[in-house]
């Protein structure tokens, strides 16, 4: 599918929950959210008939985010009835990955083929306090598990000032012996994001560069992402960069999104979408679904404009959106 811009769509984010077993700084507050009544949240009926929908108009690639998408019972069933839909060849999951300690196995076999960690620091405390309160050991032995299952892993971590400042090598370090990619994900204005400090892209990539060695752009694919790749010599994976803020990379987006409660959002930082559910249940016949969700991605966005002054800025938070 092509949208008005001319960028081919071909990827869908799916946050199949808001809810969370982790409350990170940057992402929500202290105390919880107020989640979606549970009757606003789509049945994995509605998510399957959306999904089936946009593969009929040309996406390939299906990522399932959340909140944790581990923490909605059933994650893996839905996985499975994904897989089965024609046209869908790559099933992915953004995770903290706690969910899915002993049951990597179970989410191949359901049809996972690459997993993206949400992983900050390697030092237990610091994990526990960005986290508020998660524990770090099992997610190390996902990533292994992972590997060791011939799923795909990258390592998606956000720098953040007076946070994990001080473990950003030794994460990056996780590529050396392991064929995985480590990622830095610049930090957004979004939700709790907004108060916060980002560590600037061309910082961690000039501290990488004195700590581990000269990084060699590579060139290689990694995916269907805007992350751009290099990598110290003797490193079996690449370090990412993905730099929303400083390298805008709207040019070449590909991706809608479908939040929990069944919106699909056309860009991370506007509001711009449609009301996909009341869709969904005033009864919307197949061709007419197809119609409305090709009419309302060809109206994606031109660029995010996070440092302009836009009408229509999203106030959703991240758990809501998925990343
Ligand atoms: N719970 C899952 C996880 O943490 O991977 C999936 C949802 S989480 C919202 C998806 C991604 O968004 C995570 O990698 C997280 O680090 C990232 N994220 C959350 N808030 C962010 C912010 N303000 N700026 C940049 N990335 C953010
Ligand atoms: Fe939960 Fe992911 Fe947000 Fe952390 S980043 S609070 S794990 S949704």
């Not at 199949?16 to 077993?21: A, K, L, Q």
């Given at each position: 599918m092509i949208d008005a811009c001319g960028r081919t769509i071909d990827y869908v984010r799916i946050s199949?929950?808001?809810?969370?077993?982790l409350r990170c700084v940057y992402c929500m507050p202290a105390g919880g959210i107020e989640p979606f009544p549970h009757a606003d949240v789509l049945t994995f009926e509605e998510i399957v008939r959306v999904t089936r929908a946009l593969a009929q108009l040309g996406v390939r690639y299906v990522r399932l985010t959340g909140g944790?998408?581990?923490?909605?019972?059933g994650c893996l069933e839905l996985m499975r009835l994904i897989r089965d839909?024609?046209?869908?060849e790559e099933i992915s999951m953004t995770t903290n990955g706690l969910l899915l300690d002993g049951r990597v196995e179970e989410a191949r076999k359901a049809g996972l083929t690459a997993l993206n960690i949400s992983l900050d620091t390697l030092d237990p405390e610091a994990y526990r306090r960005i986290?508020?309160?998660?524990?770090?050991s099992p997610v190390l032995r996902v990533i292994d598990e992972a590997l060791a299952s011939g799923i795909r892993v990258k390592v998606n971590a956000v720098p953040v000032r007076g946070l994990n400042d001080a473990g950003l090598v030794d994460l990056a370090r996780l590529a050396k012996d392991r064929p995985i990619d480590v990622r830095f994900i610049e930090l957004m204005p979004v939700g709790c994001g907004a108060d916060l400090v980002p560590i600037p892209p061309d910082e961690v990539y000039a501290l990488l560069n004195c700590e581990l060695g000269a990084l060699r752009d590579d060139?290689?694919?990694?995916?269907?992402?805007?992350a751009r790749y290099a990598k110290p010599a003797g490193f079996r994976g690449s370090i990412g960069f993905i730099s929303a803020?400083?390298?805008?990379?709207?040019?070449s987006c590909n991706r809608v999104r479908l939040t929990a409660d069944g919106y699909l959002k056309?860009?991370?930082?506007?509001?711009?979408?449609?009301?996909v559910r009341a869709l969904l249940r005033n009864g919307v016949e197949d061709e007419a679904l197809r119609s409305a969700l090709q009419e309302a991605i060809?109206?994606?966005?031109?660029?995010?404009?996070?440092?302009e002054d836009i009408s229509d800025r999203e106030v959703r938070r991240m758990n809501e959106i998925g990343g």
């Open positions: 199949i929950t808001d809810r969370c077993n944790e998408p581990m923490a909605r019972k839909i024609e046209g869908i986290t508020r309160r998660g524990e770090l060139p290689e694919r990694h995916g269907f992402g805007p803020m400083s390298h805008e990379f709207c040019e056309l860009c991370l930082n506007h509001k711009a979408g449609m009301d060809e109206k994606k966005p031109r660029r995010h404009g996070f440092l």
